[in-house]
């Protein structure tokens, strides 16, 4: 499975921003809607963290302590596309967020979009 992100950038502290990850290369048998979905991010120096997730269908998701009430997702199975809105960002938001597709055990990783929240 490749996973393609994109949408980072500069943005002002309150700002807003959206972005996506694309997936393709689905194992036979497999569709988008077989894997749940989720964001990462990672601060230098920092240890990885966890963003947010959505289940196949769309009708769950959960977030992070240190996002919720400020970020979402949700994803578009005809377009084999997540998106995390990330809203009134922070500073401490600045990182790479990478996207990743999960069918437990496996874990696919996206190469990671750069996001960098100003003051």
């Known amino acids: 499975v490749q996973l393609q992100a994109s949408g980072g950038g500069l943005v002002q502290a309150g700002g807003s921003l959206r972005l996506s990850c694309t997936a393709s290369?689905?194992?036979?048998?497999?569709?988008?809607?077989?894997?749940?979905m989720g964001w990462f991010r990672q601060a230098p120096g920092k240890e990885r963290e966890f963003v947010a997730a959505?289940?196949?269908?769309?009708?769950?998701?959960s977030t992070g302590d240190s996002v919720k009430g400020r970020f979402s997702i949700s994803r578009d199975n005809a377009r084999n596309t997540v998106y995390p809105q990330m809203d009134s960002l922070k500073p401490e938001d600045t990182a790479v967020y990478y996207c990743?597709?999960?069918?437990?055990?496996?874990?696919?990783w996206g190469q990671g979009t750069l996001v960098t929240v100003s003051s």
């Open positions: 990743n597709a999960d069918q437990l055990p496996r874990r696919y």
């Open positions: 290369g689905f194992p036979s048998g497999f569709s988008f809607s077989s894997y749940s």
């Open positions: 959505v289940i196949w269908s769309g009708t769950r998701s």
